[in-house]
């Protein structure tokens, strides 16, 4: 499986929190021959089971991404312009300048546009740009846009995705579809490799908006352990290193109260076995991820966390290493493939 082309694939589609329709399409195309059952939960989650070779009943370990991006919606219409309202964490200063497409009645192109400096007043000119005065232009005379758009319609980024040198791809929505790239290798290593443990791969939806499709599914698959996969923050200029993880140096393995120690010390083994290189990431309190969600359902779920380096999160260039999102996938494929029938995440060595 072609890293570059399943990444190019999977970030230049739009699916907005909520909106994720598009990407779970791909997915059904994607998992379909790396998997034994395919399905989806009530939510929109995607499952995709792959049967292990244990005694049943086995236990079930499940990799969940999530699948949705950060965007935005129609929140008016002026005179054929779109007045806009945030889907997820969007920082409006990337904002002005930028191609969209409007998911109305049919898909529009637009541009993200705002008042000229020439007349914007001196004293306002250094300060960030308020929602109102930040709109979309599709182009189209006023009575076309009433009839094609309504309030409420996505708006997502319109992004090719790139190669920079060094092996760096930059785009839309690497936050978080590295990761679901990651997992799909994952899947793909998998078919050539035996697993005791049933492995669900879950592509989760909702995740920007409140971990949505993690609560939902995990409470669905029911899993003896889980690992969540996501992004971190990559070495960039204006971060203290204490706060970010060298981009092309592997994946990172969170360390906190949200992962189970047996769990974590599981991963390292298994990345060190295997000579792929890691960073630790350590997380204090609520990390932020499908991971917090996961932890807490039904009874409780010993889980851990595989990240991504991602630099200039939550902007339409976000920057990733292609070899550290497949060592991610080769670590995923690895930890289920060395999983004992017999093993359990327990308390027992807990001091």
């Given at each position: 499986?072609?890293?570059?082309?399943?990444?190019?694939?999977?970030?230049?589609?739009?699916?907005?929190?909520?909106?994720?329709?598009?990407?779970?399409?791909?997915?059904?195309?994607?998992?379909s021959p790396l998997v034994d059952e395919l399905?989806?939960?009530?939510?929109?989650?995607?499952?995709?089971?792959?049967?292990?070779?244990?005694?049943?009943?086995?236990?079930?370990?499940?990799?969940?991404?999530?699948?949705?991006?950060?965007?935005?919606?129609?929140?008016?219409?002026?005179?054929?312009?779109?007045?806009?309202?945030?889907?997820?964490?969007?920082?409006?200063?990337?904002?002005?300048?930028?191609?969209?497409?409007?998911?109305?009645?049919?898909?529009?192109?637009?541009?993200?546009?705002?008042?000229?400096?020439?007349?914007?007043?001196?004293?306002?000119?250094?300060?960030?740009?308020?929602?109102?005065?930040?709109?979309?232009?599709?182009?189209?005379?006023?009575?076309?846009?009433?009839?094609?758009?309504?309030?409420?319609?996505?708006?997502?980024?319109?992004?090719?995705?790139?190669?920079?040198?060094?092996?760096?791809?930059?785009?839309?929505?690497?936050?978080?579809?590295?990761?679901?790239?990651?997992?799909?290798?994952?899947?793909?290593?998998?078919?050539?490799?035996?697993?005791?443990?049933?492995?669900?791969?879950?592509?989760?939806?909702?995740?920007?908006?409140?971990?949505?499709?993690?609560?939902?599914?995990?409470?669905?698959?029911?899993?003896?352990?889980?690992?969540?996969?996501?992004?971190?923050?990559?070495?960039?200029?204006?971060?203290?290193?204490?706060?970010?993880?060298?981009?092309?140096?592997?994946?990172?393995?969170?360390?906190?109260?949200?992962?189970?120690?047996?769990?974590?010390?599981?991963?390292?083994?298994?990345?060190?076995?295997?000579?792929?290189?890691?960073?630790?990431?350590?997380?204090?309190?609520?990390?932020?991820?499908?991971?917090?969600?996961?932890?807490?359902?039904?009874?409780g779920v010993p889980t851990g966390l595989v990240?991504?380096?991602?630099?200039?999160?939550?902007?339409?260039?976000?920057?990733?290493?292609?070899?550290?999102?497949?060592?991610?996938?080769?670590?995923?494929?690895?930890?289920?493939?060395?999983?004992?029938?017999?093993?359990?995440?327990?308390?027992?060595?807990?001091?």
């Amino acid at each position: 499986m072609e890293t570059i082309s399943l990444l190019r694939k999977l970030t230049e589609l739009p699916g907005l929190s909520g909106h994720e329709q598009p990407v779970r399409q791909l997915l059904q195309e994607l998992w379909s021959p790396l998997v034994d059952e395919l399905s989806e939960d009530r939510l929109g989650s995607m499952i995709g089971l792959r049967q292990g070779s244990g005694a049943v009943p086995r236990p079930r370990l499940m990799l969940a991404a999530h699948m949705d991006e950060i965007g935005l919606r129609v929140a008016g219409i002026e005179r054929g312009f779109l007045r806009l309202a945030e889907v997820g964490g969007i920082d409006r200063r990337v904002l002005p300048g930028l191609e969209v497409v409007v998911h109305g009645k049919r898909d529009l192109h637009g541009v993200i546009g705002m008042r000229p400096p020439h007349v914007i007043p001196h004293d306002q000119r250094d300060k960030p740009i308020p929602w109102a005065e930040l709109f979309v232009d599709v182009g189209l005379p006023e009575a076309e846009v009433d009839e094609w758009v309504r309030v409420g319609d996505p708006i997502s980024f319109y992004r090719q995705m790139v190669e920079l040198q060094g092996g760096l791809v930059a785009g839309k929505a690497f936050d978080n579809r590295a990761s679901v790239a990651a997992v799909t290798l994952a899947l793909h290593a998998l078919t050539r490799m035996s697993h005791a443990w049933d492995v669900v791969a879950v592509a989760t939806v909702q995740e920007e908006v409140g971990l949505y499709g993690a609560t939902t599914s995990a409470y669905h698959v029911a899993p003896d352990l889980a690992i969540a996969i996501d992004v971190t923050f990559a070495r960039q200029a204006g971060l203290s290193d204490d706060r970010v993880f060298a981009i092309g140096e592997g994946p990172t393995i969170g360390i906190g109260p949200n992962f189970h120690p047996q769990v974590v010390e599981k991963l390292k083994s298994t990345a060190d076995a295997h000579e792929i290189p890691y960073h630790v990431e350590p997380a204090p309190g609520r990390s932020g991820t499908d991971a917090w969600a996961i932890q807490v359902s039904r009874e409780g779920v010993p889980t851990g966390l595989v990240s991504i380096p991602v630099r200039y999160m939550h902007q339409p260039v976000e920057t990733a290493a292609v070899k550290d999102i497949e060592r991610a996938g080769r670590l995923l494929a690895a930890f289920a493939a060395g999983l004992a029938a017999d093993f359990r995440p327990g308390w027992e060595d807990e001091a």
